[in-house]
């Protein structure tokens, strides 16, 4: 099922470009990304290949470890769900799903030295209420060992039998082909792209809208012109004949606060204290459930900045899911005075530490007296006005506060306040001078920090928040629900 695209991106296959080409091609953009990434254990990309059973859309070979194999589904319906009715319907002429798998997974695993990786690729959503399908590890991917450990009793037990009569094999031999299938899904386009931008940073190449779909017409040439199995060279030529390069690679960190990333192996340092928060989706996970791992989160941060240090890494993306308090964190420790450049992918756009910057109008500065200590408490809001909600916090928490300073843009906080990456160098820049002027004014010996904004410029200014009062960062709890105190920046 796909639909027309726009007019605008590369030639189709088949010459009508379609959603479900897109996808695909993104898919094995990313794959000829890594490639050429620095590092990577993989050295070869194949494309609609004839000897690799139904899983040939998409292989990466590897150098010494298991071959990746993917089977990209795009659907235009994408609250269809992968279920077992999906896995298990079987055309009039053809074989189900599961069936291609198990069929691709006996051919690959005579033939290669070591068992495949498949891999299904789609965007539709996994069926959590199915009682096989919900044991599918959102970490790894696959649903074994909990499958292995299911009894032959339970419904789950049930539904593998189920598949092994589907299959007309054993029971061992599904659980057998579930050690090497990967359940991708939910993956959104828009996922993909930023998928592709980020690995494309970490080349050194451009990493802009433009540049990706530069990055789609290389991929459907090599389709169009027949090009089944590209090397590393390959793919460098290519970038160099569209002159994407831009400078050396970087190192990509990513930190998995809230949700996991579907691809944690495209990151240099991968951190995941997914399971460390308290609530079972992204917009509920707000504080971890022991206050205790707030430290145990920031000795996190501390390793993997020492690592990249050690590595001599000084270009570093940052990746992942977050909230506010973490994203200024990272930045922090990963300073601009230490010589470090930082950048993040703000909804397709690359914000780099160092993008030239565009002047803005000077914030707006408002003190609101608190008068419950000497220190200074800063609220940065550029998206919603936090004011009364965080001296209401204040209050509440009796900190030890004299006042409150709220930073606002010049026309009133708003969810378009900061237009791209040349404004919120600036806003950092303009944020950080506000405080310290105040700082300079009215002496703190501690700053109390409540950010409502874009995660990039959040990031930026931790970047950038060098001569300032030892800093509590806080997290908001939810509307009307507080704030926590998260992490803590050394001045």
């Known amino acids: 099922m796909t639909e027309p695209r726009p007019a605008a991106g590369p030639p189709s296959r088949s010459g009508v470009r379609r959603s479900g080409d897109r996808y695909q091609d993104l898919i094995t953009w990313s794959a000829a990304m890594r490639v050429i990434q620095q590092d990577s254990p993989f050295d070869q990309l194949e ?35 992968v279920d077992n009715e999906y896995l298990t319907a079987t055309p009039a002429k053809g074989k189900s799903l599961l069936q291609k798998f198990y069929a691709s997974w006996t051919l690959l695993r005579r033939r290669d030295d070591k068992p495949p990786i498949m891999e299904l690729v789609t965007n539709r959503t996994l069926d959590r209420a199915d009682p096989l399908l919900s044991l599918v590890d959102g970490r790894s991917d696959l649903l074994n060992p909990a499958a292995r450990n299911t009894s032959v009793t339970s419904a789950a037990g049930g539904r593998i039998d189920q598949w092994a009569h589907h299959l007309g094999c054993t029971r061992d031999d599904v659980l057998a082909m579930l050690d090497s299938l990967l359940f991708k899904t939910g993956l959104s386009v828009s996922g993909e792209e930023d998928r592709a931008q980020t690995l494309m940073l970490a080349n050194g190449l451009l990493g802009d809208a433009d540049a990706l779909d530069k990055g789609m017409g290389i991929v459907a040439r090599w389709i169009l012109g027949g090009s089944r199995t590209v090397s590393g060279d390959d793919v460098t030529k290519e970038v160099e004949r569209m002159g ?135 609220a940065i809001g550029m998206t919603v006005d936090p004011t009364t909600a965080i001296a209401r916090f204040l209050g509440a928490a009796d900190l030890p506060v004299r006042s409150l ?39 703190a010996e501690r700053v109390h920090l409540f950010l409502a904004g874009p995660g990039g410029l959040a990031l930026l200014l931790g970047h950038r928040w060098n001569r300032m009062a030892p800093t509590q960062v806080y997290e ?16």
């Open 405 to 443: 300073l709220t930073l606002m843009p010049a026309e009133g906080a708003h969810d378009q306040s900061v237009a791209g990456p040349g404004q919120a160098v600036a806003y950092a820049q303009a944020l950080r001078n506000a405080v310290r002027d105040r700082l300079e004014t009215a002496p």
């Open 47 to 81: 494309m609609e290949v004839n000897d690799a059973g139904n899983v040939d859309d998409v292989i990466l070979r590897a150098r010494h470890g298991r071959h990746r194999y993917s089977q990209v589904k795009w659907t235009t319906r994408p609250a269809e769900q």
């Open 244 to 378: 994407l390069r831009a400078g050396p690679p970087r190192a990509v960190l990513l930190v998995q606060a809230i949700n996991r990333d579907p691809e944690p192996d495209d990151a240099t340092i991968a951190l995941d204290w997914v399971d460390l928060y308290d609530g079972n989706s992204p917009p509920t996970r707000r504080q971890p459930r022991d206050p205790a791992d707030w430290s145990t989160m920031s000795n996190d941060i501390d390793r993997a900045v020492s690592t990249l240090d050690t590595q001599g890494h000084t270009d570093i993306l940052v990746r992942g899911a977050m909230r506010q308090a973490t994203f200024f964190t990272i930045g922090a420790r990963l300073a601009q005075v230490t010589g470090t450049t930082i950048t993040y992918i703000q909804h397709g756009t690359p914000w780099p530490s160092n993008a030239q910057r565009i002047p803005v109008p000077a914030p707006t500065a408002q003190i609101t007296t608190i008068d419950t200590g000497d220190e200074l408490a800063v």
């Open 476 to 491: 908001d709890l939810g509307p009307g629900r507080g704030y926590t105190a998260a992490f803590t920046v050394a001045a």
